[in-house]
């Protein structure tokens, strides 16, 4: 503000990160400016407001010492990527357990806080998977498991979907489904069941009986019976 002109003008910047940026300006005529810009990458794991100061300098007497010296503050809206996949086996059977991963990441660039996730079984049933805080970059993997009811004969689908407090960048990959194809298994056993002995031109009467041990129905089920006589 003159008004004379200042010599040797040096400003010095400290970062939120506590680091310095020292600026050298030299003379600066009364009523002149100067301008200059700085970068600073706020840190991934970043959540509080982002405070910049600085102080400037002159070898030339200055008149207000007051308005050296000053800061600002940057507010931080923390942004996440949550995703949820579901690891489960190609197939299995009625009457299995069957065991799926469900994998929660987070892409990032902010730490996702809240984070919690809802299973969907094949009964319709759920279970609620609460991680809270993950960072960017980090996973959480949680095992569930599954009993196939024994009369089951169609695909066992598993859904999922994952939610955080913090902003989330991409909402797509939040929700997940994932099928386990059923290749249904039955036991059948046959029996016959005759008298002990019998004579010479008696008729013998034989009791076939077929069961199924399951789980699942047998399906096309027939016996051959060869007689005595081929």
């Given amino acids: 503000a003159g008004p004379s002109t200042a010599q040797a003008v040096s400003a010095v910047i ?7 940026q020292t600026l050298t300006v030299g003379a600066l005529a009364a009523g002149a400016s100067s301008t200059t810009t700085i970068t600073y990458v706020v ?3 970043a959540t509080a407001a982002q405070t910049f100061s600085a102080n400037v300098t002159t070898t030339t007497a200055d008149s207000n010492l007051g308005n050296n010296s000053t800061t600002t503050s940057v507010a931080l809206s923390p942004v996440s990527d949550v995703a949820i996949a579901l690891n489960a086996p190609a197939s299995s059977t009625p009457g299995q357990t069957i065991t799926v ?3 929660i990441t987070n892409a990032g660039p902010s ?19 609460t991680v809270g805080a993950l ?4 996973s959480s993997t949680t095992p569930i498991s599954y009993s196939v009811p024994l009369n089951a004969t169609a695909a066992q689908t598993f859904s999922a979907n994952v939610t955080t407090t913090t902003a989330d960048s ?7 489904s994932t099928s386990v194809a059923l290749s249904p298994v039955s036991d059948v056993a046959i029996a016959l069941n005759a008298p002990a002995s019998s004579t010479p031109g008696q008729t013998i ?8 041990a ?12 060869t007689k005595p006589d081929g």
Avoid: F, H, R
């Fill in 101 to 103: 991963s469900v994998v």
């Fill in 205 to 212: 009467t034989v009791s076939v009986v077929i069961t199924n």
């Fill in 170 to 176: 991409n909402l797509a990959n939040n929700s997940t």
């Fill in 214 to 225: 399951g789980p699942s129905t047998a399906q096309a089920v027939s016996a051959v019976i």
């Fill in 14 to 20: 400290t970062k939120p990160d506590g680091s310095t």
């Fill in 111 to 129: 730490t996702a806080q809240a984070v919690s996730a809802v299973v969907t079984l094949p009964n319709g049933s759920t279970q609620t998977i």
């Fill in 135 to 138: 960072a960017a970059g980090a």
């Fill in 43 to 45: 840190p991934l794991s």
